[in-house]
């Protein structure tokens, strides 16, 4: 069983931060790429920023320069600062992994955090 854990989202204004964290437990043999997600009500869900194993980087062009995604593999935590926020930034946030348990890799998902920006 393997559990991924999302918190720091809220509401904020317009300009401002907020940092989200992706905890990680369970039977884990190993965690290979991480993801960070979102989806407004009414559309699909969007890939925002990913991380792989030894750290290389991926962005959406929406967010490059004002998102950062980083991992501690000790901790088995994703975060994902987002600075400069935007009212279009307004979403649920998910956590996703490609995880390595009981000798198979599979996708993971957490429940998803809120985050709100007000104009």
């Known amino acids: 069983q393997v559990q991924l854990v999302e918190s720091g989202g809220g509401l904020v204004q317009a300009g401002g931060s907020l940092r989200l964290s992706c905890v990680v437990s369970g039977n884990i043999f190993s965690i290979n790429n991480m993801y960070w997600y979102r989806q407004a009500p009414g559309k699909q869900r969007d890939l925002v920023a990913s991380i792989a194993a030894g750290g290389t980087t991926n962005y959406a062009d929406s967010v490059r320069g004002r998102f950062t995604i980083s991992r501690d593999n000790a901790k088995n935590t994703t975060l994902l600062q987002m600075l400069s926020l935007k009212p279009e930034d307004t979403s649920v946030y998910y956590c996703?992994?490609?995880?390595?348990?009981?000798?198979?890799?599979?996708?993971?998902w957490g429940q998803g955090t809120q985050v709100t920006v007000s104009s």
């Open positions: 996703s992994g490609l995880i390595t348990s009981m000798g198979t890799v599979r996708r993971y």
